[in-house]
């Protein structure tokens, strides 16, 4: 029998403290350590130490005195956290975005190149991916900040070493996507990540969103594939080998059209982006499959604005299997907010309704659990903030930087 804590111990519980004053710090500032004290209930002596960790590594500052209520006045912290960014990166069949993000939150860099994902062998991929993290990590390194993490989230099944196990509308299979870019950025001294860019994107989400903080919460993509980001009591759901949020892939219709999974009546082609293509604009794809969505997403829009029946009806139909969809993941995890993200959101006025019927119609609970169906407001690059939310939520959790050398 051990008896006392141990060393590892001692550093759960010290990053955990650190957590606690960086969040108390976070929602009161400007506050003293005695008010810190006063409300986590840690001890002076404790929160003293912690603050002058924090200092030291430029994640709070001091702001001057103010006068207390009771007795002398107190010297006022407040978050500094711009001496750090991290960077999210987002793969998608048809571009690659990159953001970066101070932990202020302030948004540094966002960047969007054409890249056709479908049509690039992996091994090319993953240069011109390094390539661009390796130009942000320099951009964010010149403004004088440390780069605390690169994360790339990729549209597939990622496993926990960050391997792509599976990305079927990228055309990936067994790419070591993780270690290839550390070999490509040359071990770098930041965290190098991969993740599913709906985990990454409900990440975004839960930290940046309308909805930010709301603990039962699901993003959907929109992008050439439909995937959940599952938070479930504040946490994302993982499952055993990180491959949950599959929905893409619920058969809502045996007989409905071919998939590129290779079954049929997914959900994704029923309402993923190619089907909706395929609906409204037929003859999009005479001269071979389309890579870049954007301008067929606009003429979309464009259609449906002049209230063209055929648009009207097709964006009802799409949004009907979307809102089956839905009602599935409302019944299994009964979410607070599920957020449409990608494509559907330019879409999301005319999918909307359809779905928010077909959900309250399939729901089981009352009211679909109350279960709100919305579109996201972070923008096309969800996944990539979201990247960037993963190194900087390490932070909160009270895993410090190391300090500038
Ligand atoms: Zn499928």
Redesign the pocket.
């Known amino acids: 029998m051990q008896s006392g804590p141990q060393p590892a111990d001692f550093a759960d519980v010290r990053a955990t403290n650190l957590a606690v004053v960086l969040r108390h710090v976070r929602t009161h500032a400007p506050c003293s350590r005695a008010d810190i004290a006063a409300a986590t209930g840690l001890n002076k002596a404790t929160v003293s130490s912690l603050v002058a960790d924090l200092i030291e590594r430029r994640l709070l500052r001091e702001t001057g005195l103010a006068e207390h209520r009771i007795g002398r006045p107190a010297t006022m912290l407040v978050l500094d956290g711009q001496p750090y960014a991290a960077i999210g990166m987002e793969v998608a069949a048809d571009h690659l975005t990159a953001v970066a993000v101070d932990l202020a939150g302030e948004q540094l860099l966002s960047w969007r190149r054409a890249f056709t994902g479908t049509e690039t062998a992996a091994g090319k991929a993953v240069s011109t991916i390094a390539a661009l993290a390796a130009r942000a990590a320099s951009r964010v390194a010149a403004q004088g900040r440390q780069v605390l993490g690169v994360t790339v989230g990729v549209p597939g099944l990622v496993d926990a070493d960050g391997a792509v196990r599976l990305a079927a509308g990228l055309g990936w299979r067994d790419v070591e996507l993780r270690a290839d870019l550390v070999r490509a950025l040359r071990d770098p001294k930041y965290d190098v990540a991969v993740d599913n860019d709906a985990n990454l994107s409900a990440l975004a989400e839960h930290r940046y969103g309308a909805y930010a903080g709301t603990a039962n919460l699901v993003y959907l993509t929109g992008e050439l594939g439909i995937g959940a980001g599952v938070v479930v009591d504040g946490r994302l759901l993982r499952g055993g080998r990180g491959f949950s949020g599959e929905v893409?892939?619920l058969q809502l219709d045996p007989t409905g059209p071919p998939?590129?999974?290779g079954?049929v009546g997914?959900l994704?082609?029923l309402a993923g982006v190619r089907a909706i293509i395929r609906r409204v604009l037929p003859d999009a794809e005479a001269d071979g499959p389309v890579t870049d969505f954007a301008p067929e997403i606009e003429e979309v829009v464009r259609r449906a604005r002049r209230a063209d029946a055929a648009t009207l009806a097709a964006l009802t139909a799409v949004g009907r299997h979307l809102g089956h969809g839905v009602s599935i993941l409302a019944n299994l995890v009964n979410p607070d907010v599920v957020v449409l993200g990608g494509n559907f959101v330019p879409l999301a006025p005319w999918l909307l309704p359809a779905a928010e019927s077909e959900l309250a119609t399939r729901a089981v609970a009352p009211d679909a659990g109350g279960c709100k169906l919305v579109a996201s407001a972070l923008g096309p690059s969800a996944a990539a903030t979201g990247g960037a939310a993963r190194a900087l939520a390490a932070v909160d959790a009270g895993h410090l930087p190391p300090l500038p050398a």
């Open positions: 893409g892939h998939c590129p999974c079954r997914c994704e082609a």
